[in-house]
């Protein structure tokens, strides 16, 4: 029926027809379509009807709103969790963990356990943050929680928009994109909000712990892990998802759609995606995003640091965590700016980090199509 109707063959599944209906921005849906699918929802939990009604506003399409297959915060946040003193932390160096800096402190947060919740509230350095990962698409995004409309706190709505997680911000019900940031649909929609995207580093445990030796670490909740089923060794969640699909739009076969990239995103805007492993082969890079002259520095572990460079030109220091400018100065890389070399004749101000972070292309391109994609150059013959 659905092949008569588009005059065209597709995969004979739902979301190969959700996909059908992104490509076709111009078919709006019937009068009472939100309402529609809050009651279809509402089988799931019954609390969509708050989140989904007719009149509701939204800035995508609700057409492309999929479930995910569990209930409103079906996925357990963590608020607050435990943490301890990096000597105190039950962590193996090689432990893959993402590094969150505030306020003057250091946190890690091991990717383990983030992969089955998904979603952590917390405060560092009396910063109100939330640490939001969308295992689907492979991106953990950092945001400040302040925003006009008060601090908020997120769970995980149990519904998606092309392959990404949207949030839902427990104050109001609204939701939210994880890679964007957006409110998208509910009242904080009407007022455009979008949260602030912070820096956060995917590295090893040892390698953070060495360069943040006062840092803290989330401590696992082992009650949690067994009253939900969870297991949080490393790689686990990956093996219990595996396969698990969901419609995507726009594609691109500029890189393959699993493909890591690092994503640099300006404060005004403007953004561009950076292959890993070719990234990580340069080692360092001297660039521009949107007409802004960056830096961006790789760990031996693939830690990527973005940073403003002014209008220096940097290679790598004599030392670890240092760079060297263009007049031989060395500057230390530090986890929120560039310092520049003390008892010059100028005094030079830092240079600060910029957000930045890790996806899937497939996820990033849905969301910025737009946005620029670095190639490295290639070899002279």
Not at 10 to 32: F, Q
Not at 267 to 281: R, V
């Amino acid at each position: 029926m659905l092949e008569s109707l588009a005059g065209e063959r597709r995969e004979r599944s739902y979301y190969a027809w959700v996909e059908h209906v992104a490509e076709h921005p111009e078919l709006p849906p019937l009068p009472g379509y939100a309402s529609f699918k809050a009651s279809l929802l509402a089988r799931i939990d019954r609390r969509y009807a708050q989140v989904l009604f007719d009149g509701v506003p939204a800035r995508i399409r609700l057409e492309e709103v999929v479930s995910g297959g569990v209930p409103l915060e079906g996925i357990p946040a963590l608020d607050r969790p435990p943490h301890a003193p990096a000597a105190a932390a039950r962590l193996r160096d090689a432990e893959a963990v993402l590094g969150v800096a505030a306020g003057g402190a250091y946190r890690a947060y091991p990717l383990a356990v983030l992969s089955w919740h998904e979603m952590v509230n917390d405060e560092v350095g009396g910063e109100p943050l939330t640490l939001s990962f969308c295992t689907l698409c492979g991106s953990a995004v950092l945001y400040s929680t302040r925003t006009p409309a008060g601090t908020l706190t997120f769970g995980t709505s149990g519904l998606l928009y092309r392959s990404n997680k949207l949030m839902v911000d427990r104050q109001t019900l609204s939701l939210w994109s994880n890679l964007t940031g957006e409110a998208v649909v509910g009242r904080l929609a009407a007022e455009e909000l979008r949260l602030a995207v912070l820096p956060v580093t995917r590295t090893t445990w040892g390698e953070w712990r060495a360069l943040h030796p006062e840092t803290t670490a989330m401590v696992p909740d082992r009650e949690t892990e067994r009253r939900f089923g969870f297991d949080y060794r490393a790689g686990a969640a990956d093996r219990a998802r595996s396969g698990v699909r969901f419609p995507v739009w726009p594609r691109s076969d500029a890189l393959p759609e699993k493909e890591e990239i690092y994503a640099v995103r300006l404060p005004g805007g403007a953004a561009k995606a950076y292959p890993l492993e070719a990234l990580i082969a340069a080692g360092l890079l001297n660039d521009a995003v949107g007409g802004e002259p960056v830096v961006l520095v790789v760990e031996a572990s693939g830690a990527v640091r973005a940073f403003r460079r002014g209008g220096h030109q940097f290679a790598a220091g004599p030392e670890p965590g240092t760079l060297r400018d263009e007049a031989g100065g060395a500057w230390k890389v530090t986890e929120e700016a560039l310092i520049p070399p003390a008892g010059g004749e100028t005094a030079e101000p830092p240079l600060p980090r910029l957000p930045g972070h890790l996806s899937f292309w497939l996820g990033w391109h849905a969301f910025f199509p737009q946005a620029e994609l670095w190639k490295p150059a290639l070899p002279t013959p």
